[in-house]
Nanobody, 125 residues
Framework: QLQLVESGGGLVQIGDSLRLSCVAS????????MAWFRQAPGQERYLIGT????????YYKESVRGRFAISRDNAKNTLYLQMDSLTVEDPAIYYC??????????????????WGQGIQVTVSS
């Protein structure tokens, strides 16, 4: 059973950068397509980006494209989310998620079988 643990969250100021990590255990990360989701208070969780098993295919939600970058180090079983130029729209709980295949549900929670516990990112003005 794949287990995912996020780290690197915290409190930053507008315009700052933050890098989240997601370490996998109980399986080999390169067997999985990976994604980052986020959920702000009062909102549903939604997809912000994906990366395929070898990092070759990327998707970003328009609101983070150009500011956020997803990468992975399969040798370290670790997924990353580099977040630059953080704004007041970015505070949320961030989740990493894993899927063996990218099917028709790849944009929604149901497309991913494994989830981290989530980590808080707070941006102050």
């Amino acid at each position: 059973q794949l287990q995912l643990v996020e780290s690197g969250g915290g409190l930053v100021q507008i315009g700052d950068s933050l890098r989240l990590s997601c370490v996998a255990s109980g399986g080999t990360l390169n067997d999985y397509h990976m994604a980052w989701f986020r959920q702000a208070p009062g909102q549903e969780r939604y997809l912000i980006g994906t990366i395929s098993t070898r990092g070759g295919t990327l998707y970003y939600k328009e609101s983070v494209r150009g500011r956020f970058a997803i990468s992975r180090d399969n040798a370290k079983n670790t997924l990353y989310l580099q977040m630059d130029s953080l704004t007041v729209e970015d505070p949320a709980i961030y989740y990493c998620a894993a899927a063996r295949t990218f099917g028709g549900e790849w944009r929604s929670d149901s497309g991913y079988a494994f989830w981290g516990q989530g980590i808080q990112v707070t941006v102050s003005s």
